[in-house]
């Protein structure tokens, strides 16, 4: 029999999905004292109509550049086979048409071309059967909307573009919407018309939906690129990718101070840990904009000391999640969440010191060779508990049919969130792996 789990365990497990509302209510009712009649006045003229920002015009500029990490690890037969049981889990639920976040990830770990149940190329079918046309004045353009129904197409603004671009989709390949034929590229126009981020404000439903639209942007983008967003807002790439480091910097302050004074904090989903799998996703597309030219000079050493932290914080996550799995480890529930959060975090880690040392941004030390090798033995320790419990060979039943597993989630889908969680983290692992030993490439 489970034990009774502590109201504190769902907010340590952390990454959740914290939503809420607020509920606007009007004063209705009530009134002033009777007064004469006004005295009558010629009807103003109609306010003249608000001024329509066009579409911004832009040739993509196609990424000619492709990397590896210059010191990878090896891929030892533990390490290969886990990969081979992440893999499995990415061909066994994410090749599915019915879920484009899944696809997505898939394109992520397996390649844009990879080939659906259907038959399908996926890039192909994400723009077939999910994207959409957009007048916007007298033009059109493509966007991917957030869901249809109950199908997640793109949670985070851009996921999708970033997907494509990352995997080498030119802008110019044939594509069609709706059964017309068109180019990516009129996604990117759409994507770039949407897409405006300073400091204090963003157009964005929020600032964690930033780094998918950061790194898509920055792809394609030729140099000195400035345009004017929906709403009048001016914005250069070089301005999008300063803010977005900047505000990495505030948001991770709280860590670098506690990292300085040698102590090790409880997780609190506070500050950069907060946002979706724990800001790596920031990090990762500030690096990369930073990698293709854009941005100021003092970026890179800031984004230097975000790759240095991420090091610690390896230290940082495992110390706030094992004593959970330990005190947790007759609760099947509560330890498949804390499992997930071992692998989101471990796997993300693989993925973003890889993709900063293929940049070369940053010196590559004996420290990051260290902590490199440590992440991947951590991931293959926590493949081999999950697989323990049974959960890889049974995630529809054990994960996403698990009623039990929704205190846990329960803002943001419950037991379904959990199953989306092992399969886009498994997808992320999948591509850590391949670019730690030098398999997979970067392009930018």
């Known amino acids: 029999m489970n034990r009774v789990v502590p109201a504190v365990v769902p907010a340590v497990v952390g990454a959740l999905l914290v939503g809420g509302a607020v509920l ?18 010629a009807p ?45 889990v990415v061909r066994r639920h994410a090749l599915e048409p019915g879920n484009a976040w899944a696809i997505g990830h898939a394109m992520l770990a397996l390649g844009p071309e990879v080939q659906l149940t259907n038959g399908t190329k996926a890039v192909d079918y994400l723009f077939a059967e999910y994207a959409e046309w957009v007048q916007v004045d007298e033009e059109r353009a493509v966007w991917f909307p957030r869901r249809r129904g109950a199908v997640r197409i793109e949670p985070h603004t851009d996921l999708l573009l970033k997907g494509i671009t990352e995997g080498g989709i030119s802008p110019a390949r044939d594509i069609a919407v709706d059964k017309q034929l068109t180019v990516p590229a009129k996604l990117y126009q759409h994507s770039l018309y949407r897409a405006w981020f300073t400091p204090s404000a963003t157009g964005f439903d929020s600032f964690d939906d930033t780094p998918w639209a950061l790194q898509g942007l ?54 950069i840990v907060g946002y979706s799998c724990g800001g790596q996703h920031f990090v990762q597309g500030a ?22 932290l991420m090091r610690w914080r390896i230290d940082h996550e495992l110390s706030s999640i094992d004593p959970l799995l330990q005190e947790h480890a ?6 498949t969440v804390l499992l997930n959060q071992r692998l989101k975090f471990l796997g993300h880690y693989l993925e973003t010191a890889s993709k900063f040392g293929a940049y070369e941004l940053c010196p590559w030390t004996d420290a990051d060779a260290a902590a490199l090798q440590r992440a991947a033995d951590e991931l293959v320790t926590t493949v081999t508990v999950i697989d323990s419990l049974g959960l890889w060979d049974d995630l529809e039943g054990k994960v996403r049919k698990n009623r039990a597993l929704d205190p846990y989630r329960p803002t943001s889908g419950g037991a379904q969130q959990v199953f989306l969680d092992y399969l886009g983290d498994a997808a992320h692992a999948v591509r850590g792996i391949d670019l730690a030993t030098g398999v997979g490439v970067v392009r930018y």
């Open 218 to 271: 920055a792809a394609w983008a030729p140099d000195d690129l400035a345009w004017t967003a929906k709403g009048g807002h001016a914005m250069t790439m070089d301005d999008f990718t300063h803010h977005a480091v900047e505000h990495i910097a505030t948001q991770s302050a709280s860590l670098h101070q506690a990292a300085a004074k040698g102590v090790m904090p409880k997780k609190d989903c506070q500050g």
């Open 24 to 41: 606007g209510l009007t004063n209705c009712g009530g009134g002033e004292p009777s007064a004469p009649p006004p005295v009558p006045v």
């Open 287 to 308: 690096a990369f904009a930073r990698a293709r030219g854009f941005g100021v000079d003092n970026d890179t050493a800031k984004l230097c000391a975000k790759r240095d």
């Open 330 to 335: 007759r609760d099947v529930n509560v330890s």
């Open 44 to 88: 103003k003229p109609p306010p003249a109509p608000a001024k329509v920002t066009p579409l911004p015009e832009v040739t993509p500029r196609p990424m000619e550049r492709e990397a590896k990490l210059p010191q990878p690890i090896a891929l030892s037969p533990k390490l290969k086979e886990a990969r081979a049981t992440l893999e499995q």
